[in-house]
């Protein structure tokens, strides 16, 4: 039998987080109006505890946080609350912050609510990757395509990189993949480069949801990032 809780816990963080107006989830969930399934109740929590402590490390107290419309704030809780991979959780949980920093909010826009829903972690990573490098992919010679990660290049199966490339392209985050070029990598060693490039929406979307996301080593929720999950 799967574990109910009460709803209770999930009220009063998303209320300290969020503010008022966001005191009653019970609509949302009209099947279970006075509790959730405890998977969904974990999500949330943990993503509201993300979005604090950057709101904390920002030094942004309750009442100088903007305040997120309802068409904006009761989606993002009801999508976010069924992600259960930490690295997606982070890619909420900095669009909630974004939202709620005057700073940050322009940046925010409703279509980021169906991006993540569509993203997988490994998908992230390729979008992670074009911030930490002027060459994010490098194509090798054995079928495999080199990414850009925090912990330097890693090596995976071109075709999976490619799925990702074609879910982002599909997104409007990316651009087409141009004709590829050869690129020196040091000891006269010769890689091909992709031409791709974030579209203005992918740079947007960076700004909101992706940066920071990896710097706290997320994993997927199986551990093991050498399987990307797509």
Same mark, same amino acid.
């Given at each position: 039998?799967?574990?109910?809780?009460?709803?209770?816990?999930?009220?009063?963080?998303?209320?300290?987080?969020?503010?008022?107006?966001?005191?009653?989830?019970?609509? !949302? /969930?009209? &099947? %279970?109006?006075?509790?959730?399934?405890?998977?969904?109740?974990?999500? $949330?929590?943990?993503?509201?505890? +993300?979005?604090?402590?950057?709101?904390?490390?920002?030094?942004?107290?309750?009442?100088?946080?903007?305040?997120?419309?309802?068409?904006?704030?009761?989606?993002?809780?009801?999508?976010?609350?069924?992600?259960?991979?930490?690295?997606?959780?982070?890619?909420?949980?900095?669009?909630?912050?974004?939202?709620?920093?005057?700073?940050?909010?322009?940046?925010?826009?409703? !279509? /980021?609510? &169906? %991006?993540?829903?569509?993203?997988?972690?490994?998908?992230?990573?390729? $979008?992670?990757?074009?911030?930490? +490098?002027?060459?994010?992919?490098?194509?090798?010679?054995?079928?495999?395509?080199?990414?850009?990660?925090?912990?330097?290049?890693?090596?995976?199966?071109?075709?999976?990189?490619?799925?990702?490339?074609?879910?982002?392209?599909?997104?409007?985050?990316?651009?087409?993949?141009?004709?590829?070029?050869?690129?020196?990598?040091?000891?006269?060693?010769?890689?091909?480069?992709?031409?791709?490039?974030?579209?203005?929406?992918?740079?947007?979307?960076?700004?909101?949801?992706?940066?920071?996301?990896?710097?706290?080593?997320?994993?997927?929720?199986?551990?093991?990032?050498?399987?990307?999950?797509?």
């Amino acid at each position: 039998m799967t574990e109910i809780i009460p709803i209770k816990s999930a009220y009063e963080i998303i209320k300290d987080v969020l503010g008022k107006g966001y005191d009653s989830l019970g609509f !949302i /969930f009209p &099947d %279970i109006p006075s509790s959730i399934n405890a998977r969904r109740t974990e999500n $949330l929590i943990r993503i509201m505890k +993300s979005a604090q402590a950057k709101l904390d490390e920002a030094g942004l107290k309750p009442e100088e946080r903007n305040a997120i419309a309802l068409k904006l704030g009761l989606p993002i809780i009801e999508k976010a609350s069924l992600e259960e991979d930490p690295t997606l959780q982070e890619l909420w949980a900095n669009l909630l912050a974004n939202a709620l920093n005057p700073e940050h909010s322009e940046k925010v826009r409703r !279509i /980021f609510i &169906d %991006i993540i829903q569509n993203l997988s972690p490994f998908d992230a990573l390729i $979008l992670n990757s074009f911030i930490l +490098s002027t060459h994010p992919l490098l194509t090798l010679s054995d079928n495999k395509v080199a990414v850009g990660t925090k912990d330097g290049y890693r090596d995976y199966p071109y075709d999976v990189v490619q799925t990702s490339i074609n879910v982002l392209v599909a997104l409007d985050l990316l651009t087409d993949v141009a004709p590829s070029k050869n690129f020196f990598a040091g000891e006269n060693s010769i890689l091909q480069q992709s031409e791709i490039h974030l579209t203005h929406l992918g740079v947007l979307f960076i700004d909101a949801c992706i940066k920071g996301a990896f710097d706290n080593s997320a994993k997927a929720s199986n551990g093991n990032e050498d399987i990307p999950e797509q």
